[in-house]
């Protein structure tokens, strides 16, 4: 990863016990004059919290035991429903996908890339969307923009929103790499065979050298102008960038279209959301709450009229 700036690297070593780490990042951080990395500790909390708070684990083993059913049912259903050219979604895809040497996916390893898909995939795209949602609706000026765009059939403007989001609210904070050769130089420090580098993204994003008025929520700054990887990197950088970046742009790109023409999404005066860690992403603490409105001539979702009049009888 490129463009090395100031504050937002910690090099810990990378078998270090969690206190080890907490002590690591007082003392060895690799950063601008030396200066604290205050930020990634939080999400170091995360582990933390994992290992010492109320003893989660049973709770997780069993969680992932109701999973591993349901996917189980998934793959049978799958399975007994696999006539060729039936279904052709992802599950179908990846059962009936071949090595080279002829044999099939173990039910196993069905599993786990599904499960890739919910916390890699689904998660920080939906988490982002919240994001997104927030931002907005405290951004009126933007909104408004976006709703005549969208109605107009175009999309730079969205698309820039989408990686202005991103840079604003990121919703990884942290990417991470191993040092492998003996020792990395990055800038005036050396970090030793076997530290993990630890590069917090928000800082990076939030670096007025790098994002002039940095904290200010303005899409323009990328209107027609592609982000530069080493400096906007909320799907991490270099060979292990993520996997599903065009995938999670494209979706959040057509999420967004719909909603700005199917909904008045309504402005609030309320505070910012604060962050909330919700395990995988950091979220809006509220959700990301939204006060909506069909427009006229909106395509509404089938449920909604039946899911209107349930309401109305309980006196909702
Ligand atoms: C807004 C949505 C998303 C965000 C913010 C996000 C963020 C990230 C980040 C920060 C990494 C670590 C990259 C690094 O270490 O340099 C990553 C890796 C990864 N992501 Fe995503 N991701 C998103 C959507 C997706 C989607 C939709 C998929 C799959 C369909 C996906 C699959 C993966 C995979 C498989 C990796 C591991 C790549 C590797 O280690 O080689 N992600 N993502």
Redesign the pocket.
């Given at each position: 990863m490129g463009g090395v700036h100031g504050t937002y690297l910690a090099a810990v070593p990378a078998r270090a016990s969690h206190a080890l780490v907490r002590r690591r990042l007082a003392g060895s951080i690799v950063g601008g004059g030396g200066a604290l990395v205050y930020r990634p500790i939080s999400v170091l909390g995360w582990g933390m919290t994992f290992h010492w708070k109320c003893c989660p684990w049973p709770r997780f083993r069993a969680m992932r035991r109701e999973y591993d059913a349901i996917v189980a049912r998934l793959i049978s259903k799958a399975q007994r429903d696999g006539v060729p050219g039936e279904r052709d979604d992802v599950l179908v895809l990846m059962l009936s996908s071949r090595y080279d040497d002829g044999t099939t996916m173990s039910r196993g390893e069905v599993a786990d890339e599904l499960l890739?898909?919910l916390a890699?995939?689904h998660e920080?795209?939906a988490t982002?969307l919240a994001w997104a949602v927030e931002r907005l609706r405290r951004h009126p000026d933007v909104l408004r923009a976006l709703v005549d765009e969208a109605d107009a059939g175009g999309d730079a403007l969205r698309q820039a929103t989408i990686f202005e989001v991103?840079r604003t609210r990121?919703?990884?904070d942290l990417?991470g790499r191993q040092v492998q050769a003996d020792h990395l130089r990055i800038g005036r420090w050396t970090v030793p065979k076997g530290y993990a580098v630890l590069v917090s993204i928000t800082l990076l994003h939030e670096n007025p050298a790098v994002f002039p008025d940095a904290r200010t929520f303005d899409p323009r700054r990328f209107l027609d102008v592609r982000p530069d990887l080493h400096h906007w990197i909320?799907?991490?950088?270099?060979a292990?960038?993520?996997?599903?970046?065009a995938?999670?742009h494209m979706e959040?790109n057509v999420v967004l279209r719909t909603m700005l023409r199917d909904v008045t999404l309504l402005p609030t005066s309320d505070p910012a959301e604060r962050w909330h860690l919700r395990g995988v992403a950091n979220a809006p603490a509220k959700g990301g709450r939204a006060v909506v409105r069909y427009r006229v001539g909106a395509t509404r979702p089938p449920q909604h009229d039946a899911a209107v009049r349930v309401r109305r009888k309980e006196g909702v």
């Open positions: 890739t898909l890699a995939g920080t795209t982002t991103q990121p919703v990884i990417v909320p799907f991490g950088g270099g292990r960038r993520c996997l599903g970046a995938f999670a959040m």
